[in-house]
């Protein structure tokens, strides 16, 4: 009788959801969520990518985007997704895949709500490392 032993990949121990909220003084507020996937030194799956506008309805939008970081220490932007209105379940993105010739270090979510057309108050969420570039991190 044959023995199997499990263990865990680098790939299930250091993934995870980052999310976040956000208020302005004034009132409104905003939520995003993404599911991070590292699967290699130089390539992350972001899942369920969502982006909600909490009430009240101010009629200004929430808009947050995907931060990712080279191991040089350079941090770059994926394009903004926004959203408006006082939608229960927020709008979910869906999923993506980044994949880059430099190894990516950690990721993270940048999520601001509006003051005023041009104006908005932002915060980061928390920061994923890839357990391929950071084994003990």
């Given at each position: ?9 680098p790939a299930q121990a250091r993934n995870g959801v980052s999310s976040g909220r956000t208020e302005r003084p004034s009132g409104g507020n905003g939520y995003a969520q993404v599911t991070v996937d590292f699967v290699s030194r ?96």
């Open positions: 009788m044959k023995t199997r032993i499990l263990v865990a990949s130089t390539k992350v799956v972001f899942r369920k990518f969502k982006v909600r506008d909490l009430c009240p309805g101010d009629n200004l939008p929430v808009k947050a985007r995907i931060v990712y970081k080279h191991t040089t220490g350079t941090w770059l932007t994926l394009p903004w997704k926004d959203t408006n209105g006082c939608a229960d379940k927020g709008t979910n993105f869906g999923n993506f895949t980044l994949s880059r010739s430099r190894s990516i270090s950690a990721a993270t979510l940048e999520l601001c709500v509006y003051n005023k057309k041009s104006d908005f108050h932002c915060v980061n969420t928390t920061i994923r490392y890839n357990q391929y570039v950071h084994p003990g991190h």
